[in-house]
């Protein structure tokens, strides 16, 4: 983990090899005048996988990576380590279809992410990444996930911001005086279309860039990407709602 000090900070998360929700929400960033960017994990594992690593690689030290789960998944997959059992043949063939697309840089890339990042940004003092939770990087939480189940996740952890991805859903929660910021999603959001991101500094923004969805969809049907047509249908054009996921991971609290 290292700190540094930085003035606005744009934290991209979750973006799942989806390219052209990459390209708006880099656009954005850059009108935005973002001095870093912070890519927040599963980069990769989407139909678009090398394109969307070599274009955030291309942005050189102004970008900092944290590991996503799918990333970790994708490098086993490359190396021949089995994946766990749990995962059923849906998710297998898309971890593994991702794998082939990359070279051996690209893995050598994704395997350096550090698990989580500590940078200092104007107006909330030293901010700390990570992609699910400080001490995971598959945990769930939402919103809506009870303080005394958020707290043991918070364990050790001395930054009173955090920000979060994973579960694709942005929000803005404060649990014993840590504010927990979840980026969103950038290529795979949960709600309305849309490339999901956050701007921080002096405060933390919350930002939803649209783009060219048919053209984005009509790009990924004609990848070879194991799932797709599901992926151009249920991710890009017509996603769940926030509140389908909601209920599905919090089912208690729905």
């Keep these: 983990m290292s700190s540094t000090r930085m003035e606005r900070v744009a934290a991209l998360y979750d973006i799942h090899g989806n390219l052209p929700a990459l390209e708006a929400a880099m656009a954005a960033v850059e009108a935005a005048g973002a001095d870093t960017i912070v890519v927040g994990g599963d980069v990769v594992l989407g139909p678009m996988p090398r394109e969307t690593l070599e274009r955030l690689l291309a942005l050189g030290p102004r970008a900092r990576f944290i590991r996503g789960n799918c990333d970790r998944l994708v490098v086993d997959a490359f190396d021949g380590r089995p994946l766990p059992p749990r995962l059923p043949p849906a998710v297998r063939e898309p971890i593994a279809w991702t794998a082939a697309q ?9 395997a350096g992410f550090p698990e989580t990042l500590a940078l200092g940004v104007d107006g909330l003092g030293e901010v700390l990444f990570c992609h699910a939770t400080p001490r995971s990087d598959e945990e769930i939480y939402t919103v809506r996930t009870p303080a005394e189940r958020v707290r043991p996740m918070l364990e050790g952890v001395m930054q009173r911001v955090v920000v979060c991805g994973h579960t694709h859903m942005q929000f803005d929660r404060t649990v014993d005086g840590v504010r927990l910021l979840n980026a969103g999603s950038v290529g795979m959001p949960y709600g309305r279309p849309g490339a999901y991101w956050l701007l921080l500094g002096p405060d933390a923004q919350p930002v939803r860039t ?6 984005a969809a009509d790009l990924v049907r004609h990848t070879s990407y194991p799932q797709a047509a599901e992926f151009a249908e249920r991710q890009l054009l017509r996603p769940q709602s926030e509140e389908e996921i909601l209920r599905l991971f919090e089912p208690a609290a729905g």
């Design 102 to 110: 990359l070279d051996r840089t690209h893995r050598d890339a994704l």
């Design 210 to 215: 649209d783009y060219d969805l048919e053209r």
